[in-house]
């Protein structure tokens, strides 16, 4: 099992920044891809970006990149979504999720962290 517990979402002005935090705990997850996925209020929930573990090797949906910056801190097990340039369509509850390597799913899941951007 692994647990993972998002920080650092709230209300910012379009323009601002934020960084979401995702704390990983119970099993070991250098065999995972952790991953931000998004969910907007009556709308399907979305992927933002992903990181291996591992490797560090990054992606990003097409709609944040160049403004969003994923990482991961070896140390302190837990994953970070830097996010700039923020505009009020990036207002969702954003969810941390690990997928292990040779699946196809995203069996782990965090409890959400909402980010509001004011126009």
């Known amino acids: 099992q692994v647990q993972l517990v998002e920080s650092g979402g709230g209300l910012v002005q379009a323009g601002g920044s934020l960084r979401l935090s995702c704390a990983a705990s119970?099993?070991?997850?250098?065999?995972?891809?952790l991953g931000w996925f998004r969910q907007a209020p009556g709308k399907e929930r979305e992927y933002v970006a992903a990181?291996?573990?591992?490797?560090?090797?990054?992606y990003y949906a097409d709609s944040v990149k160049g403004r969003f910056t994923i990482s991961r801190d070896n140390a302190k097990n837990t994953v970070y979504l830097q996010m700039n340039s923020l505009h009020p369509e990036d207002t969702a509850v954003y969810y941390c999720?690990?997928?292990?390597?040779?699946?196809?799913?995203?069996?782990?899941w965090g409890q959400g962290t909402q980010v509001t951007v004011s126009s």
């Open positions: 119970g099993r070991s997850v250098s065999n995972y891809v």
């Open positions: 999720a690990a997928l292990q390597k040779g699946t196809l799913r995203y069996d782990y």
């Open positions: 990181i291996t573990w591992s490797y560090g090797s990054t």
